[in-house]
């Protein structure tokens, strides 16, 4: 059995883990930078990764994901909740990032070899869930909006969301689109929406020639750079 852990848990920690914040409170078991500091922890020892509304509130998440990604083990489970970049509480003091599906699709699907330096693995994107209350979903089916096209295009529907990974050491794993679902609280029933369509996002699908050529350069370029350290 793996270490569960929660980074950024504040005095919220999640049932189970091992609480980290840079502030200490009830809760919090290392109080540490985790963009900048080591985790306290052995290689390949943790299997599962939560955290919560913690994301937004850091510049980058490089030191951070490989620090992740070297305390994981195959197979571990990572789930984070953030604001959702097209929505109102997303835009607040102290929040220095504004997550969509973007960043993740480029991290786990479209530019994964890019940023192997600090993924450290392949990080599968298996679900992205919308948070929609009742409420809202109730308002914009009587305006005839359908929830797909609403999370869409319009603004301050989703009232947060989460994304699922598996996170893999083996490099050859096809990068996998997530499924795509709404629920009306986080850990409520997963209603599923329509799945992306990468073909309108980007042309440049792993179907393509173009980009094997590419993830094959970028594998080498990692490799090389992994035997000089
Ligand atoms: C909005 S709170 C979220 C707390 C809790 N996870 C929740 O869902 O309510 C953000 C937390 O991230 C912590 N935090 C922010 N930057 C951090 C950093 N660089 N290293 C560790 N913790 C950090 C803050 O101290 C705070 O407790």
Redesign the pocket.
């Known amino acids: 059995m793996g270490l569960k852990i929660?980074?950024?848990?504040?005095?919220?920690?999640k049932d189970g883990c091992i609480g980290?914040?840079?502030?200490q409170?009830p809760g919090v078991d290392y109080v540490?930078?985790?963009?900048?500091e080591r985790f306290p922890f052995e290689d390949e020892s943790v299997e599962y990764v939560y955290?919560?509304?913690?994301l937004e509130?850091?510049d980058t998440p490089y030191h951070l994901f490989k620090e992740i990604a070297r305390v994981c083990c195959d197979h571990a489970k990572i789930e984070i909740?953030t604001p959702y970049g097209f929505s109102n509480s997303a835009f607040f003091y102290g929040h220095k990032a504004f997550l969509t599906e973007e960043i993740w699709l480029r991290f786990c699907y479209n530019d994964r070899d890019t940023f192997l330096d600090f993924l450290q693995g392949r990080w599968l994107l298996k679900e992205i869930n919308y948070v929609v209350l009742p409420q809202v979903q109730q308002e914009l089916e009587q305006q005839g909006f359908t929830l797909d096209f609403a999370i869409k295009y319009l603004k301050s529907v989703v009232f947060e969301f989460g994304v699922e990974i598996e996170f893999r050491r083996d490099l050859n794993i096809e990068p996998i689109l997530p499924q795509k679902s709404y629920s009306h609280l986080r850990g409520g029933e997963h209603f599923p929406l329509p799945s992306f369509d990468m073909h309108v996002h980007d042309p440049a699908t792993p179907q393509t020639f173009l980009y094997r050529v590419m993830m094959l350069l970028q594998r080498m370029l990692w490799k090389v750079r992994q035997w000089g350290q």
């Open positions: 929660d980074i950024g848990c504040g005095s919220k920690k980290i914040d840079y502030v409170s540490l930078d985790v963009t900048r955290s919560s509304h913690f509130h850091i909740w």
